[in-house]
Each structure stands twice: as C-alpha cells, then as structure tokens.
C-alpha cells in the first residue's frame, strides 16, 4: 500500500481583503485490511485534498443568545470589541442594533415588491428574544400570504388606530361637530349645547374615545340630571350626544351611534298645551 500523500494546499488566495478561514477536508478509503492498516499507517484515516477557503461574510451566523444579548461589549472576527454602532444578527432577516448609547434595537430586514425594508420590532430586553423572534415569524406570515402584506404597513396602521382612537374622544368630536353643524344657526344655540354638554356631559366622558363609549355609560350620566328633576335638560343632553355619535360614524371615528339604544330610556317630558301655557303666562304677568 502507497503512503499518504503529502499535505499541499490547493489554492492559495493573495491580495485579497475579505477574511476567509481554511477549512481542511480529506477522502476516507476503506480497507480490506483494517487493523494491518492502522498499525502501518497510524496517522491516517484517509486521503487529504486540501483547503477550502470560504469568505467570512459567507459562513452562516450562530443564533443569538440571552448571554450575548446580556453582554455590555462584542468582539469582532479579530477577538477586537466592537464599537458601536454595529449589528448582532440572529436568523431569518432578525437583528439587534446597537446604538452608540448602548441601546439594543431589535430589526428585521425583508424584501417586499423587489425592495429591501425594514421593521422596528422595539428594544430590549423590553422585547425579549423569544418575543422578537415571534414578531418576526408573524410578519414573515403575512409576507407568505397571496398576494403578500407587507408588515411594515400593517404596523403603522395599527399604530394610527391607536393613535387616532385616543384623540378622538368624546369632546374632541362634540367640539369639531359643533363647528360644522352650528355654522348656519345662532351663536346662542351653540353656546348652549355646548354648555350642556360641558356641565353634564363632558366631566364623565369627555376624555373617552368616543368608538369606546357604550349605551350603559351614556344612560348612566343622563340619569344625573335626571334625578336632579331636570328631565328636559336629560333629554336635551342626550340628543346632543346622539348627534356627535352620528357625526363620528360619519366621519369614521366610531362605528355606530349607541344612544339608538337608548330610546324611551328616560320617561318623556311633561308637555304643556298651549292654552294652559298662556294662562300661566298671564298668571306671571299680573302677579
């Protein structure tokens, strides 16, 4: 049997600044004769061939970990650390920005019709690892989706909900309802509703998003002047409130008017005919 060949390099590689690591590789040729082999070549348990250089940018990333998360400083290829700002990556797109601050922001790069973005995922440890990776799993779900969805855009408008349903409360809308509506009627009139609306309305749920506020809740602080014995002013309250309520389904800022609901929730008011009305009139006058 013919010795091993010599160890030779196949390739050598000059002039180049990428880092590549040299990985050996051999061929394993079996033998009849196992145990004469070992004994005459103890060394060897097949052929070598050579290196593989491979790029370091093309070696496959480890996953990231709590303890490298944890960490206060990185190193580098070289053993050197790393000054901010630079990039921990973890898999599928998932990676951590380190800011020169040391904060830790969580990203995720993707591709959606041809073009690269990203989506912020938050911080950690606010999020933590196993979170960011379920955030990136749920947008690579909609990214599989046919047609797909890009997640950057369902993001922001999630976040304009949220937004928009918390400045759209009851008395922002009754405020800007009332600049429309009262625009061909007395100043005396807006002044009024508003007014009503401010003492009796307003102190309960006027800082309620108003696609949030429920029949009950209406009723409930209706019945106050109520049960002051202030039956007309209840029903003038709640009628100014189902008109901001149709005002905001119309404009998008609530889905339905809840004072519907309510019809023949307070007792009607005492009506008054005429004659009996001008016969107290005249009572007052002489009186």
């Not at 053993?79 to 990203?107: F, H, I």
């Not at 401010?198 to 749920?205: Q, R, V």
Request: aromatic share 10%; charged share 25%.
């Amino acid at each position: 049997m013919s010795p091993a060949p010599p160890i030779t390099k196949i390739k050598k590689y000059q002039n180049t600044s990428q880092t590549r690591v040299n990985a050996g590789f051999f061929i394993y040729t079996p033998s009849h004769n196992v145990s004469r082999d070992l004994l005459t070549y103890p060394n060897y348990w097949g052929y070598f061939v050579g290196y593989l250089h491979i790029p370091q940018r093309e070696i496959p990333q480890m996953a990231l970990s709590d303890v490298t998360l944890k960490a206060k400083t990185h190193k580098d290829e070289s053993g050197n650390v790393r000054k901010a700002p630079y990039k921990l990556y973890d898999e599928m797109g998932l990676y951590v920005q380190v800011t020169a601050s040391g904060g830790k922001c969580w990203r995720l790069k993707y591709r959606f019709a041809g073009k690269e973005k990203l989506l912020a995922i938050g911080t950690y440890p606010e999020i933590s690892l196993a979170e960011a990776r379920t955030r990136r799993d749920d947008a690579r779900k909609l990214l599989a989706q046919n047609p797909p969805v890009d997640p950057g855009e369902v993001k922001k408008s999630q976040k304009q909900a949220i937004y928009g349903k918390h400045e759209n409360t009851l008395e922002a809308v009754a405020r800007e309802w009332a600049e429309s509506y009262f625009i061909n009627k007395s100043a005396s009139h807006k002044e009024r509703t508003l007014r009503r609306l401010e003492i009796y309305i307003f102190p309960w749920l006027g800082n309620k998003p108003i696609a949030d506020i429920t029949a009950p809740e209406v009723l409930q602080v209706i019945k106050r002047p109520q049960n002051q014995s202030k039956l007309e002013t209840a029903h003038r309250a709640l009628q100014a409130v189902g008109q901001v309520m149709r005002y905001a389904v119309q404009n998008g800022k609530a889905e339905r008017d809840v004072t519907a609901d309510l019809r023949g929730a307070l007792p009607s008011p005492e009506v008054k005919h005429m004659a009996s009305f001008l016969r107290d009139r005249n009572n007052e006058l002489q009186g």
